[in-house]
């Protein structure tokens, strides 16, 4: 998922400074747009589509980035940036999320950027999106899970992440090995997907957590959509809104 974003900053170093520290954080940017001033960033938005964030400075050569908001109707989260600390309240009086106080640190924009796109998912309905794709890739690999101790009556199989091929919501939850076996699991989806590396395990629907490799094909099935296919067969259909097949297609690219 790339983060469309508008940057509003009349300062060069400032400005070349959130754009290294954007090219190194853990999240993917699309900057759009660099405006400087109030009146160029009102006229902007006047006659442009809306950004998905923008980082903001509130001290411009023209004026007070607030009236940019005066100006126009900006419902798009924004994190303030600035090197006083007056303007908190009003800040947080607006759609900003963050308020960031220069110089502004890579940590800072990781932990602004988290709380982006947990409101992001709320406000799109995407639950099931909240915790995977840009606030996983913030954990090592070290803290993800690597065996799982399986229960099966009295009996307890131990098996390796590999051997996974997906978890399923069905009532309860369960696990089903590459072999075809399933097992009732003591975990939600939400609790898995932030124990499991995303690079290897994502979430194709609220109900179906999986293994990269377990997906057998990708079949269009109307335009911009997929229906997926796993091995061992999920007996459901698997049918991808147009966000997630896009999403899983710039996945394999």
């Given at each position: 998922m790339k983060i469309k974003t508008v940057i509003i900053e009349d300062e060069i170093t400032a400005l070349q400074h959130l754009q290294k520290i954007l090219s190194q954080v853990s999240f993917d940017f699309d900057v759009i747009k660099v405006l400087s001033s109030v009146k160029t960033a009102t006229e902007w938005f006047q006659n442009n589509q809306k950004p998905d964030l923008i980082f903001m400075d509130i001290q411009l050569s023209d004026g007070i980035s607030f009236q940019i908001l005066e100006n126009v109707i900006i419902d798009t989260s924004i994190i303030f940036t600035t090197a006083y600390d007056q303007y908190a309240i009003k800040a947080f009086k607006t759609t900003g999320i963050d308020y960031l106080l220069k110089p502004i640190t890579k940590e800072d924009v990781n932990i602004s950027v988290s709380k982006?796109?947990?409101?992001?998912?709320?406000?799109?309905?995407?639950?099931?999106?909240k915790n995977i794709d840009l606030i996983n890739q913030l954990k090592t690999k070290e803290h993800y899970k690597k065996r799982f101790l399986l229960k099966d009556g009295k009996k307890y199989t131990p098996v390796n992440i590999e051997q996974i091929a997906y978890f399923y919501r069905d009532e309860s939850v369960f696990v089903k090995l590459k072999n075809g076996d399933s097992y009732i699991?003591?975990?939600s989806?939400?609790?898995l997907q932030k124990e499991l590396n995303p690079n290897h395990f994502i979430r194709l629907h609220r109900k179906l957590l999986t293994n990269i490799s377990a997906i057998k094909s990708l079949k269009n099935y109307k335009p911009g959509r997929f229906v997926v296919e796993l091995e061992p067969t999920y007996e459901d259909g698997i049918y991808l809104s147009q966000e997630r097949s896009r999403w899983l297609r710039n996945f394999y690219s």
């Open positions: 982006f796109v947990e409101k992001f998912a709320i406000d799109n309905d995407s639950s099931f999106l699991i003591d975990e989806l939400e609790q």
